[in-house]
């Protein structure tokens, strides 16, 4: 018998067993799986039998675990497949294993481990409920690689310090960054009082309380917390009393900006931060509400009424749950999956897979998740940028901003980026562009925000070295699909040199070729600021420009170039607007 043959025969074994393992019914398919694991030194097995274990056990902890596990547990953490070795300490956690739990948390804390890899081993440990996962979490904080995460796991848990804590960074956060602290901050009551404490003292500015927050505050069912919503938001009606008359209101207020009553542009970051985390448009944006590229939104009046009366009419897909947790956090989202042990709930900031015996009560609303008030937290300008973007026929830039930064690259997709799917993925966090027979031409991965000043900091890896790749910066997309502007290069005799594509050619011919670690990662930085650029590999400066002619504004995007087969990898994008002119690495 064929190896494929036996892989398929295996495969139907082991998804036979899988609603049996879940129910909890068959020891003995377990064992047999674990036995399988033991023998086999296929990768591919491995994986698909870790992958049907983890399918299995969704939403179940503390398992006993099965005869044989501990000797493999060893086996499977020297494992060279990543992907193996972290689906089997996850499975070692489910079976309550303390090994898998102090190993991840080593790789969490180890500030030299490469970052999505601490950022997969925070998946599994948060999946536990190790009372001292709150202190860990609070000390990544401070590291913005992991913050975001760490912010959103610590709703998970009660704890005396996370309000503060978070708190504390609050001033700190990007946009993305402090939706998810508001939202963990209005997960439980105790966390919810110090936050409304920091709106009373103008430590969180009272326009970040949404519409969407103030009801998550008010779904967590506290008189004390609904008096202090009130006395910061004013009262709140879960339905207007005259439609009719707010629709009205809207539209004369839009109109008022004459012709061209907003800016797109503006209108996209209002977008981002209102309505991007729930609504896709255009490709972009989460799946707790519908996708509304394709809706009406040429009618001004139909977005209005969409918008100010959203529970007219609530397809069941969309009506809102409210599901309060037995350690009291109250949790407001869709319900997408309900199986035997869990339920998917997709919320504003993140998808939950909630254990069943973790539940206390599910309580599904009669109104839509999006919130009535959503427009009055805006300024009238605000409203008319708002309302004009949703109107446009097709996507327009996006600013870069303090608040929009952290949309550049999310390290899970390429939302925000046009190109190639053939040529290009995310694979572990990881933007990567590959050609296994060449090119006839280059292909490029174009971002859509507009930045004007900037520092750019990120590890690349070509292979095999002899081919060429780049990162543009400050460019404009070609209706014929090249990119023209600076374009910082990467590849034998170019790394470090600085070029106009689609313009003035070479601008910075020296090479930074001996900073460089062939076939390796390498970090590469880029400064630009006005019209002074700086570049530097390996912490090494390497360009020092000052240039009049050159744009100052424009997208960033990574190229393949014309030529042999290739592989580029770019990991760990960090992007920071309006910086302090200097190199960091280079310090």
């Not at 892989?7 to 609603?19: G, K, N």
């Not at 280059?442 to 690349?460: A, H, P, S, Y």
Request: charge should be neutral; charged fraction near 25%; glycine fraction near 8%.
């Amino acid at each position: 018998m064929t190896n494929s043959k036996l892989r398929t025969l295996l495969l139907i074994s082991i998804i036979s067993l899988l609603p049996i393992l879940a129910r909890g019914q068959s020891d003995a398919g377990l064992n047999d799986l674990v036995q399988m694991l033991t023998s086999t030194e296929d990768p591919q097995l491995q994986l698909d039998i870790l992958r049907g274990l983890s399918e299995a056990f969704k939403g179940k902890r503390d398992l006993t675990m099965p005869p044989g596990w501990a000797k493999l547990e060893n086996k499977l953490s020297t494992n060279p497949n990543e992907q193996v070795r972290l689906l089997a300490q996850s499975l070692s956690l489910t079976f309550g294993s303390k090994e898998a739990l102090d190993q991840l948390k080593k790789v969490v804390l180890d500030s030299s481990a490469d970052v999505n890899t601490r950022r997969a081993a925070l998946d599994s440990l948060l999946t536990t409920r190790d009372p001292n996962l709150p202190k860990l979490l609070q000390s990544l904080l401070k590291e913005p690689g992991l913050r975001g995460q760490a912010i959103r796991g610590l709703a998970r848990f009660d704890d005396s310090l996370t309000a503060s804590s978070v708190l504390g960074i609050y001033s700190q956060l990007n946009g993305a960054e402090k939706r998810d602290a508001l939202n963990t901050l209005t997960s439980r009551a105790s966390y919810a009082k110090p936050l409304l404490a920091a709106v009373y003292g103008n430590e969180v500015p009272k326009k970040d309380l949404t519409a969407e927050i103030v009801r998550q505050l008010r779904n967590l069912k506290s008189p004390d917390i609904d008096a202090g919503v009130q006395k910061v938001w004013g009262a709140f009606r879960e339905a207007s009393a005259d439609k009719k008359k707010e629709i009205e209101r809207y539209t004369k207020l839009y109109w008022a900006g004459g012709s061209t009553p907003g800016d797109a542009v503006r209108g996209r970051a209002v977008f981002a931060r209102t309505c991007q985390q729930c609504h896709t448009l255009f490709e972009v944006g989460g799946n707790v509400g519908p996708d509304i590229t394709g809706s009406n939104r040429a009618d001004l009046q139909y977005l209005l009424e969409n918008i100010l009366d959203p529970n007219a009419v609530i397809p069941n897909d969309y009506r809102s749950s409210t599901i309060t947790m037995k350690d009291d956090r109250v949790i407001t989202g869709i319900i997408k999956k309900d199986e035997a042990n869990s339920l998917t709930v997709a919320a504003p900031n993140e998808t939950l897979v909630l254990p069943k015996s973790d539940i206390e009560s599910v309580r599904v609303s009669e109104i839509s998740m999006m919130p009535e008030g959503l427009l009055a937290a805006l300024n009238d300008q605000e409203v008319r940028d708002l309302l004009y973007y949703l109107s446009r026929p097709g996507q327009v830039p996006f600013l870069a901003t303090p608040d929009t930064v952290a949309y550049f690259f999310t390290g899970k997709d390429l939302a925000g980026w046009e190109g190639n799917t053939d040529l290009w993925k995310i694979e572990n966090g990881e933007i990567v562009g590959s050609s296994k027979t060449g090119l006839d031409h280059n292909e490029f991965l174009k971002g859509q925000m507009v930045f004007g000043d900037f520092r750019l900091i990120c590890k690349i890896k070509l292979t095999p070295n002899k081919e060429n790749s780049s990162i543009q910066f400050r460019s404009e997309a070609l209706p014929d699909g090249e990119v023209k502007g600076y374009q910082a290069d990467a590849g034998a005799g170019w790394w470090g040199k600085l070029y106009e594509e689609q313009g003035r050619g070479v601008l910075w011919d020296k090479s930074g070729e001996q900073y460089l670690k062939a076939d390796d990662w390498n970090t590469y930085e880029i400064v630009a600021v006005g019209h002074r650029i700086r570049t530097a590999l390996n912490g090494k400066t390497c360009v020092d420009l000052e240039d009049a002619k050159g744009a100052t504004q424009g997208i960033f995007a990574l190229q393949l170039h014309a030529g042999g087969p290739l592989e580029v990898r770019f990991k760990e994008l960090h992007i920071e607007v309006n910086p302090v002119f200097e190199l960091k690495t280079a310090l």
